[in-house]
């Protein structure tokens, strides 16, 4: 019998002389990157990964591991390509369902966690049980992306035929981007200098003497599978302690970081902060769902603790933004088609704000009813006029989204919405009072578009008929 390392050596001598014979036929499509990834296998696989699987199953694995490699360079490499990125390969061996796959990722804003890809399997597959130890993962040095692989165990006398595996592939790669996209919701309130400066000023209104409370504005602003951040406003007359000295006596595992620290003045000197804190998600301890409310009341405690007594500036407004979407929720849920993949998301994105508070009941619903419908859709492009002034535009193409937000901008009773889900953005009108909506589907119905080849055209069009509102 060999030992386990002589196995290793003949199995990797043999990877070694198939690479060797591909680069001989293919040398411009091979190169190094397929040896590369042997030792990416190696380095991210423990002794018994090799010697418990088939030459067989190595050489398709290293072999699909450098298609989904080449696909998303080709991706990430894409002029203006902002969209997420997610390549699969699904392929069976023996009794066992491999997973393959290869993920987009912001490196200065995302971490990755496995969890969520294995809940999102377990749902299509849900009595298939992962291998231990089958399970690998590398992060690439040169481009912006992750590969991850694992096994599961089909059950006795299951066996996947080639189309099964086909359809698995499709249904995983979509309820991952859907699942990533939830997990990465829009910012509530996003961060800008030009938005913070407001703020800070805003809050600068409320401070008329020495002794005033620090006022404080606390914005939600997204999160990743590791932590929550809040981005936090602050203007406070001048302190005998630098705000710096303050922010040392944080807890070590929460983060800081400091967009904005500047001076006011009118009668008296004032402190003008913008900062964010990432509070990880393992602190919490709120089970599974994590209730954005008493995350903000915990950042509420701790800064009452590092600066005293303050004013909340937007306590009020927080909570009644949570309480109204669960009541949409409570009414909605059930009702509407895929209401919980997309409908907290084009809530919180419906600016100005006040939108958001003002919403009735019977306005919401159409307006979740309408995006259901038109999410549905499989057209890469199209709009849709529906009944209560609300206008929605479905498109790949981010950029001609862009510029018709901003003549939005300027309109006065006028709500709106940029949503993305997955690869496709959605640009929602909410025109309650009906001046503009109509103006718009005359001009998008005029140019009868169908593809985003003529999008800029149509986004022309669309700005002379906001122009002209």
């Given at each position: 019998?060999?030992?386990?390392?002589?196995?290793?050596?003949?199995?990797?001598?043999?990877?070694?002389?198939?690479?060797?014979?591909?680069?001989?036929?293919?040398?411009?499509?091979?190169?190094?990157?397929?040896?590369?990834?042997?030792?990416?296998?190696?380095?991210?696989?423990?002794?018994?990964?090799?010697?418990?699987?088939?030459?067989?199953?190595?050489?398709?694995?290293?072999?699909?591991?450098?298609?989904?490699?080449?696909?998303?360079?080709?991706?990430?490499?894409?002029?203006?390509?902002?969209?997420?990125?997610?390549?699969?390969?699904?392929?069976?061996?023996?009794?066992?369902?491999?997973?393959?796959?290869?993920?987009?990722?912001?490196?200065?804003?995302?971490l990755f966690g496995n969890r969520f890809i294995q809940e999102t399997t377990r749902?299509?597959?849900?009595?298939?049980?992962?291998?231990?130890?089958?399970?690998?993962?590398?992060?690439?040095?040169?481009?912006?992306?992750?590969?991850?692989?694992?096994?599961?165990?089909?059950?006795?006398?299951?066996?996947?035929?080639?189309?099964?595996?086909?359809?698995?592939?499709?249904?995983?790669?979509?309820?991952?981007?859907?699942?990533?996209?939830?997990?990465?919701?829009?910012?509530?309130?996003?961060?800008?200098?030009?938005?913070?400066?407001?703020?800070?000023?805003?809050?600068?209104?409320?401070?008329?003497?020495?002794?005033?409370?620090?006022?404080?504005?606390?914005?939600?602003?997204?999160?990743?599978?590791?932590?929550?951040?809040?981005?936090?406003?602050?203007?406070?007359?001048?302190?005998?302690?630098?705000?710096?000295?303050?922010?040392?006596?944080?807890?070590?595992?929460?983060?800081?970081?400091?967009?904005?620290?500047?001076?006011?003045?009118?009668?008296?000197?004032?402190?003008?902060?913008?900062?964010?804190?990432?509070?990880?998600?393992?602190?919490?301890?709120?089970?599974?769902?994590?209730?954005?409310?008493?995350?903000?009341?915990?950042?509420?405690?701790?800064?009452?603790?590092?600066?005293?007594?303050?004013?909340?500036?937007?306590?009020?407004?927080?909570?009644?933004?949570?309480?109204?979407?669960?009541?949409?929720?409570?009414?909605?849920?059930?009702?509407?088609?895929?209401?919980?993949?997309?409908?907290?998301?084009?809530?919180?994105?419906?600016?100005?704000?006040?939108?958001?508070?003002?919403?009735?009941?019977?306005?919401?619903?159409?307006?979740?009813?309408?995006?259901?419908?038109?999410?549905?859709?499989?057209?890469?492009?199209?709009?849709?006029?529906?009944?209560?002034?609300?206008?929605?535009?479905?498109?790949?193409?981010?950029?001609?989204?862009?510029?018709?937000?901003?003549?939005?901008?300027?309109?006065?009773?006028?709500?709106?919405?940029?949503?993305?889900?997955?690869?496709?953005?959605?640009?929602?009108?909410?025109?309650?009072?009906?001046?503009?909506?109509?103006?718009?589907?005359?001009?998008?119905?005029?140019?009868?578009?169908?593809?985003?080849?003529?999008?800029?055209?149509?986004?022309?069009?669309?700005?002379?008929?906001?122009?002209?509102?």
């Amino acid at each position: 019998m060999p030992s386990s390392m002589t196995l290793l050596t003949e199995k990797q001598c043999a990877l070694d002389a198939t690479i060797a014979r591909a680069e001989k036929v293919y040398p411009n499509l091979f190169r190094e990157q397929l040896r590369h990834g042997l030792f990416q296998l190696l380095a991210n696989t423990e002794p018994h990964f090799f010697e418990s699987r088939s030459l067989e199953h190595l050489r398709k694995l290293l072999f699909v591991q450098f298609s989904l490699q080449k696909q998303m360079i080709r991706a990430l490499s894409e002029p203006e390509s902002q969209k997420k990125e997610v390549c699969i390969r699904v392929f069976s061996v023996s009794s066992r369902l491999c997973i393959a796959l290869a993920l987009s990722l912001d490196q200065q804003i995302e971490l990755f966690g496995n969890r969520f890809i294995q809940e999102t399997t377990r749902t299509l597959v849900p009595h298939w049980q992962e291998i231990p130890g089958s399970s690998l993962f590398w992060q690439s040095t040169k481009h912006s992306f992750l590969f991850y692989y694992v096994e599961l165990q089909q059950p006795e006398k299951h066996v996947l035929s080639r189309s099964r595996l086909k359809e698995l592939q499709t249904d995983l790669q979509k309820k991952i981007l859907d699942k990533i996209h939830c997990c990465s919701s829009p910012v509530f309130w996003p961060y800008n200098y030009e938005e913070s400066y407001r703020q800070l000023l805003l809050l600068h209104k409320e401070v008329h003497s020495n002794s005033d409370l620090p006022q404080i504005s606390i914005h939600f602003r997204g999160h990743n599978s590791q932590d929550l951040e809040f981005l936090i406003y602050m203007v406070r007359p001048a302190a005998e302690q630098p705000f710096e000295k303050t922010i040392d006596k944080l807890p070590t595992w929460i983060r800081f970081i400091s967009h904005i620290s500047s001076s006011l003045k009118n009668s008296f000197f004032s402190e003008a902060i913008a900062f964010s804190l990432h509070i990880p998600i393992s602190c919490l301890n709120f089970g599974l769902i994590t209730n954005l409310l008493l995350v903000r009341k915990y950042v509420t405690t701790l800064l009452e603790t590092l600066l005293g007594p303050f004013r909340d500036f937007n306590g009020g407004l927080f909570t009644q933004q949570e309480e109204i979407f669960a009541l949409f929720k409570k009414n909605f849920g059930s009702k509407i088609p895929n209401f919980c993949s997309f409908a907290e998301v084009l809530f919180y994105s419906l600016k100005p704000i006040e939108a958001q508070l003002t919403l009735q009941k019977q306005q919401a619903e159409s307006l979740f009813q309408a995006f259901s419908q038109i999410m549905q859709k499989k057209a890469s492009f199209c709009f849709q006029h529906y009944p209560k002034e609300i206008l929605i535009i479905k498109t790949r193409n981010l950029l001609f989204i862009d510029p018709i937000i901003q003549k939005i901008k300027n309109l006065k009773n006028i709500a709106y919405a940029s949503v993305q889900l997955s690869d496709m953005h959605y640009l929602v009108f909410l025109d309650p009072c009906g001046l503009h909506a109509a103006e718009l589907e005359k001009h998008l119905s005029r140019q009868n578009i169908r593809s985003t080849q003529r999008s800029s055209l149509l986004a022309e069009n669309i700005n002379l008929a906001l122009s002209r509102a």
